[in-house]
């Protein structure tokens, strides 16, 4: 008994040193937030696997996860180093640049558009062109209306027989009660699905298949010179990301799971919204032979480019400026 007893004693002690060297680990881990691009949905699963299975944690990160208040406040916090990390887009990366505030893009989460211009299924709206003589409504982003205008001209149509209505962020409501012919803006992967699910099937245009070149649509920022003086704390983030990645590519139901404990009370989320939402996702996060770190300087400047040639930058923005590639640890 008293042999027992010993044991049970010696047990309690390495228990106790676990604990405390847990708290000194999570007392001594630097300090990281990360502000998402909206409420948590079924893009940011893999932040919060991360966070779950203590990916950030071994990476010596203490990584706190926020959500905007405003979807403009990310990249506005991120250059004012009132946050460490923020999830904005390519396009706004460019134009942030353009306009001198000093924020770069460190890792590709999304690596193609999820914008679509979507018709109802029953319109006789059948590809870019046909919305000459049409309204779209757009959510108040200058890079909306003219991701149309390049649809139509190249696909044959007249430009300036469009008419747009900036219908702010009742996207859904304008198709549904009809005050659009069209609607651009909304995601393949959400207000597609959403529309679906209130019984208004569309038909959903690609602006990269018409003249838009295929930004990324989700990308990690920071700012500039932070990026400079700390680039470690990076690259141990996009470690613990990319493994965050991996485990919602190879158990999506499970990671999932994960991110419906989080979901936000005024945006409650809809699991089987979610499931088609990240089944839509994954094939667009990944590429053969690519990490989160990786970044390609022909697809800053394509969108450079456009950016340019549409007048949405006053500047040619310097594409390689924009983005620096940091190697996982």
Not at 87 to 106: G, H, M
Not at 196 to 212: D, I, M, Q, S, T
Not at 232 to 253: N, R, T
Not at 300 to 319: C, E, F, G, R
Request: hydrophobic share 40%; proline share 5%.
């Amino acid at each position: 008994m008293k042999k027992r007893w010993v044991m049970v004693a010696v047990l309690a002690c390495m228990l106790g040193a676990c604990s405390n060297h847990s708290q000194q680990a999570t007392k001594h881990a630097q300090k990281v937030t990360i502000m998402l691009d909206w409420y948590p949905n079924a893009v940011h699963s893999f932040l919060y696997v991360a966070q779950e299975k203590g990916y950030f944690k071994a990476q010596g990160l203490d990584v706190s996860i926020k959500m905007p208040s405003d979807t403009n406040d990310p990249l506005k916090l991120a250059a004012a180093n009132r946050i460490d990390i923020a999830l904005s887009y390519q396009p706004q990366v460019l134009i942030a640049r353009d306009e001198n505030i000093p924020v770069q893009s460190f890792g590709t989460v999304v690596r193609h558009t999820l914008n679509r211009v979507m018709v109802p299924a029953s319109s006789g709206i059948r590809s870019p062109k046909d919305l000459a003589g049409k309204t779209v409504g757009y959510s108040s982003i200058l890079l909306e209306e003219a991701a149309v205008r390049t649809m139509v001209k190249a696909d044959g149509g007249d430009p300036d027989k469009v008419k747009t209505v900036d219908v702010g962020y009742d996207l859904i409501p304008a198709l549904t009660a009809r005050k659009t012919d069209a609607i651009v803006g909304g995601f393949v992967n959400h207000e597609q699905l959403l529309l679906e699910k209130e019984g208004v099937p569309v038909r959903a245009f690609n602006p990269a298949k018409y003249g838009v070149p295929d930004y990324a649509e989700l990308v990690f920022i920071a700012n500039e010179n932070k990026l400079k003086q700390q680039p470690d704390i990076f690259k141990k983030f996009l470690a613990a990301a990319e493994k965050g990645q991996q485990y919602v590519k190879k158990h999506p139901e499970k990671a999932l799971a994960i991110l419906l404990k989080h979901e936000d009370a005024s945006s409650p989320l809809d699991k089987n919204v979610e499931t088609k939402s990240l089944h839509i996702l994954l094939p667009l996060m990944s590429e053969k032979n690519k990490t989160i770190a990786d970044q390609g300087l022909k697809k800053w400047q394509d969108v450079s480019d456009w950016l340019y040639q549409t007048k949405i930058t006053k500047t040619h923005v310097n594409a390689a400026k924009a983005f620096v590639h940091l190697e996982n640890k």
